[in-house]
């Protein structure tokens, strides 16, 4: 799985059914509020994607970066760069509207994905270049 480094090496866990990924994978949030410090600044939770998700996902988080540097309400929801709702007098927050393609193309005119960077533990990697799956197949570099 790759050459020790001075991080802890990724560990491969095969869940026996599609519901307990997705369950791990809604959850892990919750590991950024662990009584653990070691938990907390260590294990990293990410879902199994092809070398293209990892691609797409990566330029989208770098878009959103760019994006939030003039007004902070852009995200990432299902899969497309969205507006961030806001809450309304009830508290509560409606899904946020996506940001149409030509729109999208007019607010990103100026990007460079090469001059913008995301962190690398938060962001679609683990840092160290190596890329795994939870699906048993090879990884794909």
Do not use: W
């Not at 970066?65 to 507006?83: G, M, R, V």
Request: hydrophobic content about 30%.
């Amino acid at each position: 799985m790759g050459a020790k480094g001075n991080r802890p090496r990724l560990t491969k866990v095969v869940m026996p059914a599609s519901l307990f990924q997705r369950l791990v994978i809604k959850n892990s949030r919750a590991l950024r509020q662990h009584s653990n410090a070691y938990v907390r600044q260590n294990i990293f939770i990410r879902p199994s994607l092809t070398k293209e998700q990892r691609e797409k996902t990566e330029l989208q988080r770098k878009q959103i970066k760019y994006l939030n540097t003039k007004k902070n309400i852009y995200c990432i929801y299902a899969d497309k760069i969205s507006i961030k709702s806001i809450a309304d007098e009830h508290g509560k927050r409606p899904k946020p509207q996506a940001v149409s393609d030509a729109e999208l193309k007019e607010l990103l005119i100026e990007f460079d994905a090469n001059t913008t960077t995301i962190n690398p533990r938060r962001g679609v990697g683990n840092g160290d270049g190596e890329n795994f799956s939870m699906d048993g197949e090879e990884p794909m570099l």
